[in-house]
């Protein structure tokens, strides 16, 4: 067993019904589905595994979209996480406990008697196949112990193949519509279930933040263009995501017909006698995103829940009253490269570049390799920078010139803090220990960064919650410097650079972030 899983196991426990009222009553707090008790450490309270549905998603609800929670008068402990989502190994979240009833959310918050505090909802990243809020980096304790002025709530949702499967072309797939969004749908009941109660915990069901990266990222920039999503939030903070992480019908479809030929099945009925390890194994060997760079779930644009162009949503203004603070980081897809290592990278590249060159025209072919031509260095280096642009950088730009010209807001930013590590650079998710207050979990990044910057960094975030404005006065600002962070606007295209000792503002012309000719117009095509 790994010194991380030995951590993650140390801290599993299953929540229990308090029947004897043998409590702290000052951490009991009463919400609509029960009475949940916290742990208090310090002076921040924390409670964990509190279930956002009425019936966990097992059995014939397999595959079916979240249920409200009902009534309830008992008491219950909040004293450990639920499970973590089923998935393929790989991620911190899949040392946790798995389980197919998982949808549970954990709450911080300090245990002063201040209400009305702004709300920040976490949603995880991992390509929408991994991740968990069991990932120790998710831990939010130091992060509201620095900030006692919000609260901070975590969300679990259906990932990979539970959360992300179309299944309505199959024979007896009709009662199975929701299947192909289920995880965005997860997201949103927790969001309901915030609303509805987050006043007991001293919070404003009016000041709600949707926060998250990578896949997290890209939920937060899609869950404005759901029906009836704006009544749970105000703001969305997205790091490393935009609304181009989607796929179509089709793609979606070709995606489970490999898997059910994989597993011998030809039906709903059949894969539903499948058990979650039979399919997760197969899951793995076919897609697995640890074992093969595999990147196949994405939600889908079925033209019920999800819009089917969602940047033509984006240029209609369907969140033009949402603002957001978004952005990217330089080096994003060094991540993956620094993972793979350059042989599997390199392969996995040439793979994906194929498919990718075949969606284009023969002039936007031309395009994209006279701007891979121009890329020097190592064999790499094109295909790195190409994919990242692809993925994250060029999406990140385009999410906020459609924001500004629907007339709403966008802060963007631009992440520059290289780490220590070979490849990586300012790689994709290198941020996280940065925002979440996690120096200890480092290794990722290879060293510790500057303790003011990362301060000034939360800082920023946790006044976008407050205020919507993640500008700093002298007086905010850790550094005793005044962080004006103007708005993105179509002409200077001011974005916030975020460098380890020197925070300032340039216009993306300087930072040259996108080539406007050769490479944003990959944007027209979605991810897979």
Partial sequence: MSAIEEKLMAKYGENKPIADHNYDVSLATKCVNGTFVGKKVENIISYKGIPFVGQQPVGNMRWKAPVDV????????????????????????????????????????????????????WIYGGAFEVGGTTDPQYD????????????????????????????????????????????????????KWVHENIAAFGGDPDNVTIWGESAGGGSCTLLPLVKGSHQYFKRVISQSGAPGQTRSPEQAIAVTDKLMEKLGCKTVSDLIKVSAEKIAEVWTDLFGFYQTLGMPTFPERDGRFLPLDTWEAYANGAAKDIAFLQGCNKDEMNTFLGATGVDVWNAWAKNRMEGEMARLTDKERELVMSWCNDIKGESYEPSVQLFSQIMFVAPQIRLSELQTKAGGKSYTYYYRVESSQPFIKAGHASEL??????????????????????????KMWIQFAKTGNPSLTADQSPDGKAKEWPLYDLEDKKVMVLDEYDIHTAKESELKIVDWERTYFLTNYYMP
């Avoid at 709450?107 to 201040?114: Q, T, V, Y």
């Avoid at 220990?433 to 939360?458: I, M, N, Q």
């Fill in 433 to 458: 220990s940065v925002v979440f207050a996690h120096p200890e979990l480092d290794d990722f990044t290879g060293r510790l960064y500057d303790e003011t910057f990362c301060k000034t960094v939360r």
């Fill in 140 to 191: 939010c304790h130091k992060l509201v112990k620095e900030n006692p002025d919000v609260i901070v709530v975590t969300i679990t949702y259906r990932v990979s193949f539970f959360g992300f499967l179309h299944l309505s072309h199959l024979s007896d797939g009709n009662d199975y519509q929701d299947a192909a969004n289920l995880g965005l749908m997860d997201q949103i009941k927790a969001l």
């Fill in 70 to 121: 009902t009534p309830n008068d008992g008491v219950y402990e909040a004293y450990y996480y639920g499970k973590s989502p089923v998935q393929a190994p790989g991620d911190p979240a899949a040392l946790y406990p798995m389980g197919e009833d998982c949808l549970y959310l954990n709450l911080w918050k300090s245990d002063d008697d201040g209400a009305k505090k702004p709300v920040i909802v």
